[in-house]
């Protein structure tokens, strides 16, 4: 599902050149539940906007699904994203201006890929299933940081993505709201067989993982 080879990412910084990603061969197989752990500042967001195609490598090839990401035009890339791969950031990211409802099916409208009123039954769907039924007219800044995360993993889904990407989606919320929310994302992982790769530093959490990405200073550590 998920191929990296060398990928590396340095930045141009007034200091000279920041190397945050060196080098990184990963594999994850279609359907496995990756965690990615490492230490503030080691590259794991680096590493992970790379593999969902919001950052171009320096060095090195991303395939997901067995296309090459940054081989793609920017156009091409945009919509395989679309299709493909579902974001959940570290901070929930909404539009303040749209109803959550919209929020959610807004990478569908995008992708014009079904009619709009199936859009929206499966938006709502997925709004219910993540405990926000009652909520659907709801603007962001009317719901709580955990229900604004809920939302954020419901516009993830909603192009059934092959591949889950989760940059610590729980951090900032207490612990009952983080098991909550990690409960959803492995549930979409054993029940839609979604491919899940997901950033924390919750060590708990990482244990659960069938497969756990060690980084260090850009680099995997064995
Ligand atoms: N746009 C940028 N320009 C310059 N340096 C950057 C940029 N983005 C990240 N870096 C540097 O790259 C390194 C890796 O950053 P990254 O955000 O990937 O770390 P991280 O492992 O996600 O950290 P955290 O756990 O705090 O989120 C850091 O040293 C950071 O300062
Ligand atoms: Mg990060």
Redesign the pocket.
Known sequence: MLVCRQASKS?A?ERGV?S??TAIDLDVPAGRFAAII????????????MIGGLSRPSGGTVEVDGTDVWRLSENARAAFRNEKIGYVF?FASLLPTLRLIDNVALPAMLGRRRPVPEIHTRAAGLLERLGLGAYFDAYPSEISAGEQRRVAIARALINDPALLLA??PTSDLDEQTEIEIMDELLAVNREVGTTLVL?T?NLALADQAEQIVH?AN?AIVA
């Not at 490492?38 to 906007?49: D, E, I, N, V």
């Open positions: 930045y910084t920041v945050a990603v490492g230490r503030s500042g080691s590259g794991k967001s680096t590493l992970m906007a570290q940059d610590e950033v530093h980084i850009g």
